[in-house]
């Protein structure tokens, strides 16, 4: 098979494109908007995370707070901030049958480090996918 010259695609390194589904990590830790930064960083260090997705009371998805994030306000006190205000990255998402390489053309267009991973209709993802996860896919 002929390889045109430049960077090679997901379909060229991997023989077929797989379904985000394959790539993803099942279930999302999710907070409310309210949550204060010190409960999302107990939240964090118990389920061995980097990030939660903040949601609204109607459980529809706002965003996503990092860990990154939480050091920006390093300097307030986090039983006072709340994750709506902490939010630094929409919510961002794709279908899980949606293929891996156009899940990476929508993270970079979006310039997102997250997916959630929702069936059309729902506001409950099924899982989530990162920039991480991409790179260990597409370096395999």
């Not at 999302?40 to 706002?62: F, S």
């Not at 899940?103 to 267009?109: F, V």
């Amino acid at each position: 098979m002929a390889r045109s010259a430049g960077a090679p695609t997901v379909r060229g390194m991997h023989g077929s494109l797989n379904a985000v589904s394959d790539v993803m990590r099942p279930g999302v830790v999710s907070v409310s908007a309210t949550t204060s930064l010190a409960a999302i960083g107990r939240v964090l260090r118990e389920h061995g995370v980097h990030g939660v997705l903040v949601v609204a009371d109607d459980g529809e998805p706002l965003g996503w707070v990092t860990a990154r994030d939480m050091l920006r306000h390093r300097s307030e006190d986090w039983r006072r901030v709340k994750a709506a205000d902490a939010i630094s990255e929409p919510c961002v998402s794709v279908v899980p049958s949606a293929t891996v390489a156009g899940a990476i053309d929508t993270m970079l267009a979006a310039d997102a480090t997250r997916l959630a991973v929702l069936r059309p209709g729902s506001h409950t993802p099924d899982g989530v996918v990162t920039d991480i996860d991409f790179v260990t896919y597409l370096a395999r």
